[in-house]
């Protein structure tokens, strides 16, 4: 519910977030690891157009129009708010789990710029415009290397 106000409260932009908590290690029969979400971190949208280090590629459907690339289809997090939510979590031996941000246009699915974007592998939420929130963990770029993950929460 906290993590569908804090993404949805910006739309149409996308919202996004850290999330910060610990990483339980289980017996494989048991599920293997399980990500304890602690505390959710909000986080300032900073996309701007041309950011150089996170390249457009023509695959993306987004991409056929650049102009109307924009924070509605596109997010970036502040390094600077990376580096506090770290700080944030060391102190408590908690660690950043992943990341979390919406899709107020769209589905609660991983696009193409979300596994290009992101260092992998990671724990990844997305918020949809409806309300669905679904968890993934992306381990590359392609579309198809994902896994959805059992979401615990409410
Ligand atoms: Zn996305």
Not at 73 to 87: I, N, T, V
Not at 100 to 115: M, T
Request: net charge neutral; with cysteine.
């Amino acid at each position: 519910m906290v993590l569908r106000r804090n993404l949805l409260t910006v739309a149409p932009l996308e919202g996004c977030a850290l999330l910060l908590g610990d990483q339980q290690d289980s017996h494989i029969s048991q599920g293997g690891n399980i990500c304890c979400v602690r505390l959710i971190w909000p986080c300032c949208n900073t996309w701007v157009a041309g950011m150089s280090s996170f390249p457009e590629v023509s695959d993306d459907p987004d991409f056929l129009d650049v102009s109307r690339l924009s924070r509605k289809c596109r997010f970036a997090l502040d390094p600077r708010e990376q580096l506090q939510a770290q700080r944030f979590a060391r102190a408590r031996n908690w660690r950043v789990l992943g990341s979390a941000h919406s899709h107020p246009g769209g589905e609660a699915v991983p696009s193409p710029a979300d596994h290009r974007w992101t260092v992998l592998p990671a724990l990844m939420v997305i918020v949809a415009g409806s309300g669905n929130v679904r968890a993934w963990w992306l381990t590359g770029v392609q579309s198809d290397q994902k896994h959805e993950l059992a979401y615990l929460g409410q």
